[in-house]
């Protein structure tokens, strides 16, 4: 076997275990903890049925103990009584209907507008919910005009999705509930305008949201409690995202989309959707995991998809139970995270009472996120972006294209100009290799003289191979190195490709509009030219065959070799390869592409350098010489 060819085939199987070595024991053992440690709260919880309330479903939240005098928990505010451990979170319901038309939805209850150079959309003034925000930077397609992007929409629309926040307390006391109506102090929340809603509960309570916003997706929530009741009271915070309907998702295994949450100084929560519609059943019909050990001090928990997110961050001083909960039916799943205060705030007589906490609700820019991480003291609020095991690679690979772009101002040109910087970065390694394997090439006609000598003692013909390696210092694995460069990188700039939204949409020149979607074109009719789509299988397009073409030029620029299925096999690669990279992102095809003829060009000067006859004019003229010959012959 050729030398070359047998160390590409042994890079091929390197890359295989380190992707199947990284499952094996790193993503396996931990699926299997995960699920070991569900297994455990499922036969430690203990839930209660809880009656409708306000036309919906109630769900329990852990962490608050049975009221000693009552019997029942504090924040039943619906009138029964729940098994021990378990407290009612108003808000949680689940209407009948849906699928009512957005605008219509709107319409029908009073509203705070929010207008924001990121956001737009309004807080609902019945139960105080924010749940209608739209991306103003961000559009379904690359179309300019197609529809924003719509993060929350409300109950009884298509896809209901929001937020909300409040108190709940013992059963005598009125806490507000999903219809309670709050009023405003103002029509329009701004950044430069927070608006705060009130709401008396005519029994001597005055409840008090003081709402913030800033340019970007963190919106403040300060609400407070005024107490003239004549007495203490004891009021514990919630506050939930809810989604209802089962989104639809990427469904890769390298990005995760579902809840998410960090908790403590370790622990930090992925769940898929069919996660929680996995877990065990509790004896209400729902279904819940929760964090280890119940109670937590810091930390913060949401929803995440692809490019957008959701999340709730309690104030540091609060202690609170996180969960994430699954409800309704297989028809209409609702999906929520949310927490519930531990130890109560209590208000004394005349004395007010209060609980703050941060709301994200945007894109998952990195920037902002980092920025949001930092300014707020978010503990690991970086990784809502899921950059995976290996972000050591990915994110300098982001941060050194996000820096190249803020140059070139192109995504693609930064990619062409870090792709030429990994490549100078690696040109000493590469340089041995490439020197190394035109070396080798250079003894082929003393390796077969061995071969011819030694054709029926392999362990002689091993042993002389290696003395002249030796001799003539030559590593026989050299050849291997640059493809195990590119691999890692080549990984990383996919993940980065797929993750982050500042990839999203990003256009390239020419036909290139999204760097994170494949090449839109294709050879099968004619690169659009024929009037007819093709199936998505055969959409392979302009950068998906020049990347083919400089795969195969690099590969014919070796010598062919001996074995018959060894040519076909490489003969096949790199059509295999065209049509498998022809779905991926038109980014990751062009830095295969670019990288390709980048090391052409090392290659072929280094072997002119060394007096090594490329075989590229040689193997493209034997090729079409077989082609012309008679099949008979």
Not at 239 to 245: E, F, K, P, T
Not at 315 to 325: E, K, L, M, N, V
Not at 455 to 470: P, S, V
Request: glycine share 10%; hydrophobic share 40%.
């Amino acid at each position: 076997m050729d030398n070359n060819n047998r160390n590409t085939i042994l890079a091929i199987v390197l890359s295989m275990m380190v992707v199947l070595g990284w499952t094996v024991l790193i993503d396996l053992p931990r699926k299997v903890e995960t699920e070991k440690r569900r297994a455990e709260q499922a036969q430690t919880t203990e839930s209660g049925v809880l009656a409708p309330q306000d036309g919906g479903v109630g769900n329990n939240v852990p962490g608050v103990q049975t009221d000693p005098q009552t019997g029942t928990q504090p924040g039943t505010n619906v009138g029964v009584q729940t098994s021990p451990g378990a407290a009612n979170v108003p808000g949680t319901e689940i209407q009948v209907e849906t699928g009512q038309s957005r605008e219509a939805v709107l319409a029908t209850s009073p509203r705070v507008r929010i207008e924001t150079p990121s956001l737009i959309g309004s807080i609902n003034l019945t139960g105080g919910k924010i749940d209608d925000l739209l991306l103003t930077k961000y559009r379904e397609t690359i179309d300019p005009d197609s529809p924003l992007i719509k993060l929350y929409s409300p109950l009884g629309s298509e896809h209901p999705y929001y937020a909300q926040i409040g108190w709940t307390g013992a059963a005598d006391i009125a806490t507000p509930k999903p219809t309670t109506l709050w009023s405003a102090d103002g029509d329009m929340l701004t950044p430069a305008n927070p608006v705060t809603l009130s709401w008396d509960n005519g029994e001597g309570l005055i409840f008090k949201r003081i709402i913030s916003i800033d340019d970007d997706y963190r919106i403040g929530i300060a609400q407070s409690v005024e107490n003239n009741t004549g007495k203490p009271v004891t009021l514990y915070p919630y506050g939930l995202i809810n989604r209802i309907g089962q989104p639809k998702v990427t469904g890769f295994f390298i990005l995760h989309e579902g809840l998410i949450g960090a908790f403590g100084e370790d622990q930090f929560e992925e769940l898929d959707y069919g996660d929680l519609d996995d877990a065990d059943l509790s004896a209400n019909g729902s279904r819940e995991i929760k964090p280890d050990g119940g109670t937590v001090t810091s930390g913060w928990l949401g929803i995440t998809d692809k490019y957008w997110a959701s999340a709730l961050i309690p104030s540091g001083d609060t202690a609170f139970s996180p969960r994430f909960f699954r409800g309704g039916t297989d028809d209409k799943p609702q999906y929520q995270a949310d927490y519930l205060g531990s130890a109560g705030v209590t208000i004394p007589a005349a004395g007010t009472g209060e609980h703050k906490l941060i709301l994200f609700a945007g894109a998952k820019e990195v920037h902002v996120i980092n920025r949001y991480e930092e300014q707020d003291k978010i503990d690991r609020f970086n990784l809502m972006i899921d950059w995976g095991y290996f972000y050591f690679l990915t994110k300098p690979l982001f941060f050194a294209i996000d820096w190249l772009f803020q140059f070139l101002g192109n995504f693609g040109l930064a990619i062409l100009a870090i792709t030429v910087g990994v490549k100078a970065f690696f040109f000493p390694l590469a340089n041995r290799s490439y020197t190394s394997m035109s070396k080798m090439k250079k003894v082929q006609p003393e390796v077969k003289k061995l071969q011819e000598r030694h054709k029926d003692d392999q362990m002689a013909l091993r042993t002389e191979m290696m003395e002249l390696y030796k001799k003539e210092k030559i590593n026989p694995l050299s050849g291997c190195w640059p493809i195990m460069i590119q691999i890692p990188v080549f990984f990383a700039l996919y993940k980065v490709l797929l993750i982050t939204i500042e990839m999203r949409h990003a256009p390239f020149f020419g036909w290139i509009q999204d760097l994170s979607a494949p090449d839109p074109t294709s050879l099968f009719n004619l690169f659009g030219l024929l009037p007819y789509d093709v199936p998505s299988f055969l959409l392979v397009g302009v950068w998906p065959l020049l990347m083919g073409i400089t795969m195969f030029v690099q590969m014919q620029m070796n010598p062919q070799p001996p074995d018959k299925t060894q040519a076909m096999i490489f003969a096949w690669m790199p059509i295999i390869f065209t049509f498998m990279l022809a779905s991926f992102p038109a980014g990751l095809v062009i830095y295969w592409a670019w990288n390709n003829f980048l090391s052409i060009l090392q290659q072929g000067l280094i072997m002119r350098r060394h007096g090594v006859k490329i075989e590229l004019f040689d193997n493209l003229k034997g090729m079409i010489g077989k082609a012309g010959k008679d099949p008979a012959e």
